[in-house]
Protein backbone atom coordinates (compact mmCIF):
# COMPACT_ATOMS: atom_id res chain seq x y z
CA UNK A 1 0.00 0.00 0.00
CA UNK A 2 1.67 3.69 -1.19
CA UNK A 3 1.94 6.12 1.67
CA UNK A 4 -0.01 9.78 1.49
CA UNK A 5 1.10 12.67 3.26
CA UNK A 6 -1.16 15.13 5.19
CA UNK A 7 -0.34 19.07 6.96
CA UNK A 8 -1.84 19.67 10.02
CA UNK A 9 -4.08 22.95 9.01
CA UNK A 10 -2.22 24.89 11.89
CA UNK A 11 0.80 23.89 12.61
CA UNK A 12 2.19 22.43 9.48
CA UNK A 13 3.01 19.19 11.04
CA UNK A 14 3.16 16.48 8.12
CA UNK A 15 2.35 13.01 8.41
CA UNK A 16 2.83 10.12 5.96
CA UNK A 17 -0.45 8.02 6.24
CA UNK A 18 -0.60 4.55 4.53
CA UNK A 19 -3.64 4.05 2.55
CA UNK A 20 -5.02 1.92 -0.07
CA UNK A 21 -5.21 3.29 -3.61
CA UNK A 22 -9.09 2.72 -3.73
CA UNK A 23 -9.53 4.31 -0.35
CA UNK A 24 -10.98 7.97 0.30
CA UNK A 25 -7.59 9.88 0.85
CA UNK A 26 -8.54 12.12 4.00
CA UNK A 27 -6.89 12.14 7.37
CA UNK A 28 -8.69 12.84 10.47
CA UNK A 29 -6.65 13.07 13.96
CA UNK A 30 -7.87 11.58 16.92
CA UNK A 31 -9.10 15.40 18.00
CA UNK A 32 -11.29 15.61 14.83
CA UNK A 33 -9.12 17.60 12.96
CA UNK A 34 -8.67 17.32 8.88
CA UNK A 35 -5.44 17.34 7.72
CA UNK A 36 -4.73 18.67 4.45
CA UNK A 37 -3.88 16.11 2.18
CA UNK A 38 0.11 17.08 0.45
CA UNK A 39 0.62 16.44 -3.19
CA UNK A 40 4.03 15.43 -4.16
CA UNK A 41 5.42 14.38 -7.60
CA UNK A 42 7.09 11.47 -7.62
CA UNK A 43 10.90 11.44 -8.34
CA UNK A 44 12.96 8.75 -8.75
CA UNK A 45 15.66 8.16 -7.07
CA UNK A 46 18.94 7.11 -9.39
CA UNK A 47 22.80 7.44 -7.87
CA UNK A 48 24.11 9.84 -10.56
CA UNK A 49 26.98 7.88 -10.60
CA UNK A 50 26.26 5.72 -13.34
CA UNK A 51 29.51 4.36 -15.97
CA UNK A 52 27.20 5.45 -19.70
CA UNK A 53 29.07 2.66 -21.37
CA UNK A 54 28.01 -0.54 -18.73
CA UNK A 55 24.01 -0.70 -19.35
CA UNK A 56 24.55 -3.91 -16.64
CA UNK A 57 25.31 -1.07 -14.07
CA UNK A 58 22.54 1.06 -15.13
CA UNK A 59 20.28 -1.98 -14.55
CA UNK A 60 21.53 -2.45 -11.53
CA UNK A 61 21.13 0.63 -9.90
CA UNK A 62 17.98 1.53 -11.19
CA UNK A 63 15.84 -1.98 -10.59
CA UNK A 64 14.65 -1.17 -7.65
CA UNK A 65 14.11 2.89 -7.02
CA UNK A 66 11.62 4.48 -7.31
CA UNK A 67 9.81 7.33 -10.19
CA UNK A 68 8.19 6.91 -13.45
CA UNK A 69 8.85 5.37 -16.68
CA UNK A 70 9.63 8.82 -18.06
CA UNK A 71 12.42 9.00 -15.64
CA UNK A 72 14.15 6.19 -16.62
CA UNK A 73 13.86 6.65 -20.11
CA UNK A 74 15.39 10.77 -19.58
CA UNK A 75 18.33 8.77 -18.01
CA UNK A 76 19.04 6.66 -20.48
CA UNK A 77 18.80 9.78 -22.49
CA UNK A 78 21.40 11.58 -20.69
CA UNK A 79 23.82 8.34 -20.82
CA UNK A 80 22.85 8.19 -24.45
CA UNK A 81 24.06 11.52 -24.76
CA UNK A 82 27.51 11.21 -22.94
CA UNK A 83 28.44 8.08 -25.21
CA UNK A 84 28.30 10.77 -28.48
CA UNK A 85 23.95 10.61 -28.56
CA UNK A 86 22.43 9.42 -31.70
CA UNK A 87 24.32 6.76 -34.51
CA UNK A 88 27.16 7.63 -32.94
CA UNK A 89 26.14 5.66 -29.37
CA UNK A 90 28.13 2.38 -29.21
CA UNK A 91 25.39 0.92 -27.22
CA UNK A 92 23.02 1.63 -29.29
CA UNK A 93 24.56 0.20 -32.13
CA UNK A 94 24.99 -3.04 -30.64
CA UNK A 95 21.23 -3.22 -30.00
CA UNK A 96 20.33 -2.04 -33.75
CA UNK A 97 22.78 -4.78 -34.97
CA UNK A 98 21.08 -7.40 -32.36
CA UNK A 99 18.28 -6.19 -34.00
CA UNK A 100 19.02 -6.67 -37.48
CA UNK A 101 19.99 -9.96 -36.75
CA UNK A 102 16.99 -10.90 -35.25
CA UNK A 103 14.60 -9.69 -37.60
CA UNK A 104 16.30 -9.61 -41.30
CA UNK A 105 16.47 -5.61 -41.44
CA UNK A 106 17.31 -2.35 -39.90
CA UNK A 107 15.53 -1.29 -36.24
CA UNK A 108 12.48 1.70 -37.55
CA UNK A 109 14.45 4.30 -35.25
CA UNK A 110 17.75 3.66 -36.98
CA UNK A 111 16.26 4.21 -40.33
CA UNK A 112 14.81 7.28 -38.81
CA UNK A 113 17.91 8.41 -37.77
CA UNK A 114 20.20 7.73 -41.21
CA UNK A 115 17.16 9.50 -42.97
CA UNK A 116 17.65 12.51 -40.48
CA UNK A 117 21.18 12.15 -41.04
CA UNK A 118 21.31 11.85 -44.99
CA UNK A 119 18.86 15.08 -45.16
CA UNK A 120 21.31 16.69 -42.91
CA UNK A 121 24.10 16.62 -45.71
CA UNK A 122 22.12 17.11 -48.29
CA UNK A 123 21.36 20.47 -47.32
CA UNK A 124 24.75 20.95 -45.78
CA UNK A 125 25.96 20.77 -49.11
CA UNK A 126 23.38 23.06 -50.27
CA UNK A 127 25.05 25.45 -47.73
CA UNK A 128 21.81 25.17 -45.15
CA UNK A 129 22.72 24.32 -41.78
CA UNK A 130 20.46 23.37 -39.42
CA UNK A 131 20.67 23.95 -35.21
CA UNK A 132 19.37 21.11 -32.91
Keep these: MPFYSY ?3 KTGKIV ?3 QKMNDEHIYIDNKGVKWNRVYTSPMAIVDGKIDAF ?5 VEKTKNKKGSLGDLWKLSAELSEKRGGGLDDPV ?3 NFRKYEKEHG ?3 SEEKTMLRKKQARENL ?3 GITLSD
Design 92 to 94: RQK
Design 54 to 58: NPREF
Design 7 to 9: SHP
Design 16 to 18: EVM
Design 124 to 126: KKK
Design 105 to 107: KKH
